[in-house]
């Protein structure tokens, strides 16, 4: 069974950093593509950050130059490193995985809040 747990949300203050994690469990890890999105209370869900089968890393422009998606295939650990925080970044950050060859991600996270203050 795929479980993705996220940790490493909370409160910080424009300006500053948090580093999300998701351990992954329940599959060949490197088998899977991997992507952090987010959603804001009244707005879509966005996807800010994702790897593609070659291993390179996509970003929204809305984070691009602050947010560095990176993986430990030993730890099956997905992060995201969040620098320079503004407060249009506030949201529910979700983890999620698919097999590289499709299109929509089918395994998530329960999420993690991320609030910043201005």
């Known amino acids: 069974q795929v479980q993705l747990v996220e940790s490493g949300g909370g409160s910080v203050q424009a300006g500053g950093s948090l580093r999300l994690s998701c351990a992954a469990s329940?599959?060949?890890?490197?088998?899977?593509?991997m992507g952090w999105f987010r959603q804001a209370p009244g707005k879509e869900r966005e996807r800010v950050a994702y790897?593609?089968?070659?291993?390179?890393?996509r970003y929204a422009d809305s984070v691009k130059g602050r947010f560095t998606i990176s993986r430990d295939t030993a730890k099956n650990t997905l992060y995201l490193q969040m620098n320079s925080l503004k407060p249009e970044d506030t949201a529910m950050y979700y983890c999620?995985?698919?097999?590289?060859?499709?299109?929509?991600?089918?395994?998530w996270g329960q999420g993690t809040q991320v609030t910043v203050s201005s």
């Open positions: 999620a995985a698919k097999r590289c060859y499709l299109s929509d991600y089918n395994y």
């Open positions: 329940g599959y060949t890890y490197s088998n899977y593509c």
């Open positions: 790897i593609i089968s070659d291993g390179s890393a």
